[in-house]
């Protein structure tokens, strides 16, 4: 079993930047993709950045050129960067991971951290 456990929300002015940290801990060794998805006020959870190791990360549409996420495998975390941010990204931000374990497959969430972006 994976535990997720983030930090960094907060409130922030537009165009103004936070970075997001979650750090794994328990069967680590089973993961295999860790991220970050966001559910905005009254929509679904989307994903925002996600990396499988050993490949580069990929993002949704509306934050490319302005978050980047970065995995470092032997302290088990991934962080998020959001830079310019806008009152668009206003939401819960929850860190992911994917597990692997006797061949069967999990995901593993953290309990979310609120970004709020406002003037």
């Known amino acids: 079993q994976v535990e997720l456990v983030e930090s960094g929300g907060g409130l922030v002015r537009p165009g103004g930047s936070l970075t997001l940290t979650c750090v794994a801990s328990?069967?680590?060794?089973?993961?295999?993709?860790m991220g970050w998805y966001r559910r905005a006020p009254g929509k679904q959870r989307d994903v925002v950045a996600h990396?499988?190791?050993?490949?580069?990360?990929t993002y949704a549409d509306s934050v490319k050129g302005r978050f980047t996420l970065s995995r470092d495998v032997e302290k088990n975390t991934v962080s998020l960067q959001m830079n310019s941010l806008q009152s668009e990204d206003t939401a819960v931000y929850y860190c992911?991971?994917?597990?692997?374990?006797?061949?069967?497959?999990?995901?593993?969430w953290g309990q979310g951290t609120q970004v709020t972006v406002s003037s």
């Open positions: 990396i499988r190791d050993g490949t580069f990360a």
């Open positions: 328990g069967n680590t060794a089973s993961i295999y993709a």
């Open positions: 992911h991971a994917g597990t692997t374990h006797g061949g069967r497959y999990s995901d593993a």
